[in-house]
């Protein structure tokens, strides 16, 4: 599979539009934010989920599912089904507990 593929299959999908000033709409339609900013160059798409139905199936009538043999089984169904590893064992479990215990970690003495 070439590289950013898996990213074009990513919706990114922003919410309470009714909520936000004009400065954070503008924003969020920039796709300002880093994360996003990276997912967009590599093909990810952006829709606004309004609160109503109309968005909804537009983001949902967006997604494209490809044949099931052309799917390819993410690194943490390999692990967790074909491995039998639990969850904190698997690669994207040992990066969650290790970003908490770094969080852990810096505000130790805070409070």
Same mark, same amino acid.
């Given at each position: @599979?070439?590289?950013?593929? !898996?990213?074009?299959?990513?919706? $990114?999908?922003?919410?309470?539009? *009714?909520?936000?000033?004009?400065?954070? +709409?503008?924003?969020?339609?920039?796709?300002?934010?880093? &994360?996003?900013?990276? @997912?967009? #160059? !590599?093909?990810?798409?952006?829709?606004? &989920?309004?609160?109503?139905?109309?968005?909804?199936?537009?983001?949902?009538? /967006?997604?494209?599912?490809?044949? $099931? #043999? %052309?799917?390819?089984?993410?690194?943490?169904? !390999?692990? @967790?089904? +074909?491995?039998? $590893?639990? !969850?904190?064992?698997? #690669? #994207?479990?040992?990066?969650? $507990? *290790?970003?908490?215990? +770094?969080?852990? /970690? %810096? &505000?130790?003495?805070? &409070?």
């Amino acid at each position: @599979m070439r590289e950013g593929q !898996l990213q074009e299959q990513v919706v $990114l999908v922003t919410t309470m539009w *009714d909520e936000v000033t004009e400065e954070v +709409d503008s924003a969020r339609e920039q796709g300002t934010c880093g &994360f996003w900013r990276v @997912m967009i #160059a !590599l093909g990810s798409t952006t829709h606004h &989920f309004e609160r109503t139905t109309e968005p909804a199936w537009k983001i949902i009538n /967006s997604l494209s599912v490809p044949p $099931l #043999a %052309s799917r390819r089984q993410l690194q943490i169904h !390999l692990e @967790m089904v +074909d491995e039998h $590893l639990p !969850l904190q064992r698997t #690669a #994207a479990g040992r990066s969650v $507990l *290790d970003t908490l215990n +770094d969080l852990i /970690s %810096s &505000f130790k003495g805070i &409070f």
